[in-house]
Structure formats: structure tokens, C-alpha cells
């Protein structure tokens, strides 16, 4: 099969088309016919970092986690899927887990679920990592119906289904993001859009919770944002962050009682530990999909597998407004 391989990380990593030889089945894994798969923050960590990072697959390597494709065969143990069955996941490009940047990926068939079928293959592409993300975060802040949610980052990967998981479970919701475009879509998600770069934090919680502060905060962004996070927090409120790779001072959210939520949802495919909660996840993602209270966002720029180098380039450039997809 075609896959697309880098021999060395760092600054001269570079994408090889390669022949080689198609995944063989263990117990419990599906072959899946490739069709799109999706570009994330980690892929890219992966590929410049490499081995800074405990988690990195040895080269040479095919990268690449997200996949939605059609199951060719099912291995020993499974009873779920079948062949012909339209799939999604987060599959692999970590440790020894092939990644989805080929024709063909060997999952472990509890690390994905049936694709929503009001989706195309590449917007059920766009989902399993930032869906997984968003959903678990949200979960262990205990969301609940007329809360006040905010969501930093919502036309970004993890930020954008955040928005629209938030308002599926009854929320209240809004979201900072930086333009009239972004605003839009922040408003078509039916939120409230917060520009970050003209209103300050304690501007919009006055403005939006009465200065009582959001009962969760979804933080996407990360970094010295947490602390805004926190100020814009109420009393014994949640914060739920997917970027806590930082020194930071965690005076506020002590004096204001806090729970602090770190979300690493690679945890089940690196440890092999609780695989089964993303395939669960995924498939409770699948029926609000197919309810109509999600919807993938895209980035209007179109990548194959064979100039997958550009693919990377453009989510690392920060300009990408949604989810980079590279289709087969």
C-alpha cells in the first residue's frame, strides 16, 4: 500500500511516498480502507519534536491519527463492526500504532465507532481527535442545562466542537475568538461571540454573568490564557484545558476553589488503558451529529496525501480556521 513515511524529526522532516506492506490483523483490530484523515496540533508537536517526546512512534514513522474509511476485514474477537461498515476514530501515529497518513491502518476496533451518515468521509475526519477532546472535557466539568459556558478558541479544532457540544447539553454558551469572520461563526454555532482583542476579561464578565464569573471554562488556547481563564471563572467553578504544558501561577484558582481539568485524550491509545471509552465517545458524538447539533468546520483548503507537507504547514501557520483534512 502507499504510505507516507519521515525518516528524521526536527526542522528537516519531510514526507516520502513509500510502498509498503499492508497491515496484518491482531486479535480485536479492523482493517480500515482509508478515505480522509485530519491534521492536529500533536501531529505536528510529532513531527518537530519527535523524540523530546516520550510518545513518538521511531522512524521510520507514518504519522497521523484521525481516519474515517469503510472496514475491508474484521479480525478475531470483533463483534461489533463488519465489513463494508463506514467508520471513524483516533487510531494511530503514536508509539507503535500506524498511523492514518496510507491507504490502509490496522485499528483497534474499540478505538472507533460507525460514522455519522449525514457526514462526508472527510468531515468525519475532521472529528475523532478534537471530539474525544471536547466532549471529555466538558463531561468531567459536570456541564449541565442553563450553565454559563465559555470557550476559548471557538473556531479552532478542540474550541469549535466544544461551542457546539456545550450548547447541545443545554448551556448557555460563549466564546472569545478575534474577527468578524470568526465572530459569524461563533454566531452561527448559536453562541455569543467575545472578541478577545478588544474586550478585557473582566469587561465581558460583567458584561455577560453580572461579574459572578461562567460556571466552566473550556480553554483551548492554553498558556499564560489559563490565568484568564481562571479571572473569568466563578466561585467553585470548573476549568477544563487541553494546553497546561506551562509554569503558572495558580494563586487565583486556589483563592476562588477551582477545579482544574487537564484533558490528554491520547492517554487510552498510548497506555492501552480504557480504549473502549472512545469508541463509547464516539458513538454518542455520532448521534449528536446525527441529530443535527454538530457540525465539523473545515478549512477551506484542500490537501491529498501527496502534498500532506503542505497540510501541516498551513495548520502550523495559525491562519487555518477550523479542521486541515487530507483526503486520499
Known amino acids: 500500500m502507499k504510505a507516507m513515511t519521515i525518516s528524521e524529526y526536527g526542522e528537516n522532516a519531510t514526507f516520502e511516498s513509500r510502498e509498503v506492506a499492508k497491515p496484518t490483523l491482531r486479535n480485536g483490530q479492523v482493517l480500515v480502507k482509508i478515505f480522509a484523515s485530519s491534521i492536529n496540533t500533536v501531529d505536528t508537536m510529532i513531527r518537530n519534536m519527535g523524540k523530546d517526546l516520550p510518545f513518538s512512534p521511531i522512524n521510520p514513522a507514518i504519522l497521523g491519527m484521525d481516519v474515517a474509511g469503510t472496514i475491508e476485514k474484521v479480525g478475531e474477537g470483533v463483534t461489533e463492526f463488519s465489513a463494508g461498515d463506514e467508520v471513524y476514530g483516533c487510531v494511530g501515529g503514536l508509539v507503535d500504532l500506524q498511523g492514518t497518513l496510507a491507504d490502509y491502518v490496522a485499528a483497534d476496533s474499540k478505538l472507533i465507532a460507525l460514522k455519522p451518515k449525514n457526514l462526508t468521509m472527510k468531515e468525519a475526519a475532521a472529528l475523532p481527535l478534537v471530539g474525544i477532546t471536547a466532549y471529555e472535557g466538558l463531561i468531567r466539568s459536570n456541564i449541565k442545562s442553563s450553565q454559563k459556558v465559555l470557550v476559548h478558541g471557538g473556531t479552532g479544532g478542540v474550541g469549535h466542537v466544544a461551542v457546539q457540544l456545550a450548547k447541545h447539553f443545554g448551556a448557555d454558551v460563549y466564546s472569545t475568538c478575534g474577527g468578524e469572520n470568526q465572530m459569524e ?14 474586550e478585557q476579561v473582566q469587561n465581558y464578565v460583567n458584561k455577560h454573568t453580572n461579574g459572578v464569573g461562567f460556571d466552566i471554562v473550556y480553554d483551548s488556547v492554553g498558556g499564560e490564557n489559563l490565568l484568564k481563564s481562571f479571572e473569568a471563572t466563578a466561585l467553585n467553578g470548573q476549568v477544563a484545558t487541553t494546553v497546561s504544558l ?11 476553589g477551582l477545579s482544574l481539568h487537564v484533558v490528554f485524550m491520547l492517554i487510552p491509545m498510548i497506555h492501552n488503558f480504557k480504549r473502549e471509552q472512545h469508541g463509547k465517545i464516539l458513538s454518542s458524538i455520532t448521534k449528536i451529529v446525527e441529530a443535527g447539533n454538530l457540525k465539523p468546520l473545515l478549512d477551506e483548503h484542500q490537501f491529498t496525501l ?12 495559525k491562519k487555518a480556521i477550523g479542521k486541515v483534512v487530507v483526503e486520499n
Open 306 to 317: 501527496d502534498n500532506v507537507g503542505e497540510a501541516y504547514t498551513r495548520l502550523e501557520s
Open 185 to 198: 461563526i461563533i454566531k452561527k454555532f448559536g453562541a455569543e461571540p467575545i472578541n478577545y482583542k478588544t
Open 246 to 256: 506551562c509554569n503558572i501561577d495558580l494563586s487565583t484558582a486556589h483563592f476562588k
